[in-house]
């Protein structure tokens, strides 16, 4: 189920950044006085009311500049406004109504966004100041009073924002559709993918680093189920990223990632494992995604005896970090094993859901432990008492124990791997945290 996206905008220096550390409750954006210190786009998770929703923070919207950085932040902002259900004006009380508010206004009532005016500033409690009721010209309907520095009236702002948040059963008809990402450099195939999958050119293909600049979803339906294709812009070395376009691809494809299921790597076969594959599979690892390893342009490749196993070695070599992830070879252009992905993305995906029982992951704890002792330090032995598994996608485990110290990685790492011959997980990182026994959390 998607999240509803909230979206601060304004002109500079109003407090946006303030505020969105205030609803986030983290020190997430800078914050300085001083116009233009936000200039990317950040991202938090909110939770109001039992409400779980994304904010945006944008940089300040100077309407009218010749300006090559607030022109970028301008269009950031028109990112953030476009794919936001709600949207909080931030204007300052001190300054009164300026032509900029004005401008910001006037943007965001056509580009017909439900729209929340927060009036920051009000620092006062008791009396409202009169000085509000002058941003009634601005057409955005009741302002609400708010103190980005003291947290009052945020109350109020949100509770205004969530009643343009879409009804969560109205969302109900994506809970069976897996949402998958194709992710990799430019020019490995991945739009081609997506048509061939599809039937149709859907997604402009060219023979040319940068042709996709958004991130597209397209819904799709067959006899393996239902699925939703997010296919996002080629992702580039940063010292290679010199257009503005193409900061908001890799941005796009962040986002996209975020909100997959599943994660397609793609990679060109003719190049194997670059660097720049390394860090993009690192981006799904990180992101806790499950995620299938799609090496392209397989038809292109000079074969002999075992040239399969020894590029499947090869890859598994790079991506030692995502030895959990399948290798699937392909041709996007041919069609060559094409099918097999949607057997893997159902596969991976409810390995990520699993499940297991606390009595069966003691089980297997108690098993490892036999097999390799707790690590020792100078005559103290870690002693484990149980294991539990709190989470999914990616399942997460906690495990308790008197000395978390004495938690070794390398034990942790056996523990994995015990847990993952025994249940599988294909496919799917595994998250274990440490507790020691007097941990409050």
Known sequence: MSKPLVAIVGRPNVGKSMLFNKLCGKRLSIVEDTPGVTRDRLYAECEWCGRKFDIVDTGGIEPTTDNEILSFMREQANIAINAADVIILVTDVRTGVTAADREVANMLLRSGKPTVLAVNK?????????????????????????????????????????????????????????????????????????????????????????TTRDAVDTEFENKYGKYVFIDTAG??????????????????????????????????????????????AGMAHEAGKASIIVVNKWDLVEKETGTLEKMRKDVMRDLSFMSYAPVLFISAVTGQRTDRIFE????????????????????????????VQP??????????????????????????????????FSYQ????????????????????????KGDKE
């Open 122 to 210: 009000m620092d006062s409690t008791g009396q409202l100041d009169p000085a509000i009721y002058e941003f009634y010209e601005l057409g955005m309907g009741d302002p609400i009073a708010v103190s980005a520095v003291h947290g009052h009236g945020t109350g109020d702002l949100l509770d205004e924002c969530a009643k343009y948040f879409p009804q969560e059963e109205e969302h109900d008809d994506e809970d069976d559709r897996i949402r998958v990402a194709v992710i990799g450099k430019p020019n490995v195939g991945k739009s081609s993918l997506i048509n061939h999958i599809l039937g149709e050119k859907r997604v402009i293909v060219a023979d040319m680093a940068g």
């Open 235 to 280: 992702i580039r070395r940063k010292s290679r990223v010199d257009e503005r376009v193409e900061k908001f691809s890799v941005m796009r494809a962040q986002l996209a990632i975020e909100r997959a299921d599943v994660c397609l790597i793609m990679i060109d076969a003719r190049d194997g494992v670059t660097e720049q594959d390394t860090k993009i």
């Open 344 to 371: 893997l993305v159902n596969f991976v995906n409810d390995q990520s859901h699993m499940r297991i029982t606390t009595g069966m992951l003691n089980d297997v704890l108690s098993d490892a432990q036999a097999r």
């Open 375 to 408: 690590p020792t330090d100078k005559g103290r032995r870690l002693k484990i008492y149980y294991m539990t598994q709190t989470g999914i996608c990616p399942p997460n485990f906690v495990v308790f124990c008197n000395r978390k110290d004495l938690f070794h």
């Open 413 to 436: 790492r056996y523990l994995e791997n015990q847990i993952r011959a025994v249940f599988g997980l294909e496919g799917t990182p595994i998250r274990m945290v440490i507790r020691q």
